[in-house]
C-alpha cells in the first residue's frame, strides 16, 4: 500500500491528515506537544464492523491487548469485542478494569509467574496453558485458594505456518505444549479439580495470505478434533489464534479477509459442527484491529544538506517507534509510510530522510522518501503505529521523555 492509501483512510481535512475528525495540525495544539500517538476510533470501529461483517456469526472475537495496551483503547474496545487476551498481571488489571465478564478474558504466554497463576485464578480468568508446570501450578491455585480453575491447553501443533512475520508454532518452541505430548499431560492432570474449556493454538504472527491462513485454521480444526477425546470434558473453547497481517510496506498487499472468512465458514459448518460441535471458536486478533487505526506524529527539528543528501530531523524516533526503524525483527528495513501531516495535498517536491533524535544512525523512519519540501515545524507523520508502537520500543534509550498516547 502506498502512503496516499493510508492518508485516505484516515481522510483529508483543510489540506491536512485528519485524525478523529480533526485537521492533524489542531489535533497537535490539543496534544500540546510532539511526537505523540494518536488512535482514531472511527477507524477503529470501522474495522470491528468489517471482522464482524466478513467472519461467520458464531465466530468470537478477542483482542490479543499487548498489540496496544493504551487503557483507553482496551476500554473503547471492550464493547466491541467478545473476549481479551491478556500477556501479563498489569494486563489482566486493564481488561478487568473494562465491561469484559473475567471468563472472557484469556492469559497466554511462557512463563507466567505462581504469582500471576493466583491472580488470574483468583479472578477467574482463563489460563491457557503453555506447559506441564503451569498446569500444575495452576491446579496448586485453584486447590489452595478453593477454586476451580478456567483452563484451556496451548497446543504447540505439529505442522509449521508459512508466511508468518514472527512464527510461533510448529517445530521446538517456548509456546504451548507439542501436540504429541499432549495426551500424556492430560493423562496425569485427568483428576485436577479444574474446568477443561479445551485449546489454543496460536501459530504466527503477521501473515498476509489468506491461503495460508486458511490452512493452518483448518489444520488446527483436525489437531484439536484429534485432541479432544484426551481433554476430560467436551471442547467448549477453540481459540484459532489468528495472525492476520496488515501492510506495513509498499509491496505489502492488504490481507483477502473474504477468503479467510470464507474458509472458515466452510469450517465452521463442516468440521467443527461435526467433531467439535460444543466448541465456540475464537479468532484471537492485535495488530489487526489496532494497527491501522494509530499514527505516530513528530516535528520537523532540523532540515540539513549532507553531501548532497537531505534529512529531517524529528523530534521522536526509534524510542517511541521501535518497528518503524526496522529494529522490531524485521531482517530487511523498509519504510514504513509517512507523509507530512501537515501538507498531505502538496506533491512530492524532494527525496528526503526523515531520522529521529537518537544518537545512532539505527534511529532511521525514511530512507530516501519522496516528500514535500518539509520546513522546521512541519509534521511528519508515520502510519501503521496502532500496535507495537510505544509499549514495544525503548523508551528509557537515552532519556528523553514519554510521548503522549491520545484516542480521539
Ligand atoms: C501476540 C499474540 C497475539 C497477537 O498477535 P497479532 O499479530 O498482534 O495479531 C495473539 N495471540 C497470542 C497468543 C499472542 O502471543
Redesign the pocket.
Known sequence: MKPHEHVAAFGTAEGELRVGGMPLSRLAERVGSTPFFAYDRGLLDARIDRLRSALPASVQL?Y?M??NPMPAVVQHLAHRVDRI?V?SALEMHAALDTVMAAGRVSF??PGKSPAEIRQAVAAGIIV?VESATELARVVAAGDDLGLTPNVAV?VNPDFAVKGS??R?GGGPQQ?GIDAEQVPGVLREFAAAGVNWLGF?V?A????LNAEIIAEAQRRTVDLVASLAEHLPAPVRYL?L?????IPYVGKDQPLDLGLVAAGLGELVDGALADRLPEAVPVI????????ECGVYVTRVLDRKVSRGKTYLVVDGGMHHQLAASGNFGQVIRRNYPLVVGNHVEKPGAETATVVGCLCTPLDLLGDDVELPAAEIGDLVVIFQAG??GLTASPTAFLGHPAPVEVLV
Open positions: 478477542s490479543a499487548k498489540a487476551d500477556a497466554a504466554g491457557e496451548r512475520g514472527m510461533m509456546f489454543h496460536f504466527g504472527s503477521q501473515n481459540n489464534g489468528g495472525g492476520f497481517g484471537e486478533l492485535g495488530r489487526y484491529i489496532v494497527g500496535a507495537y
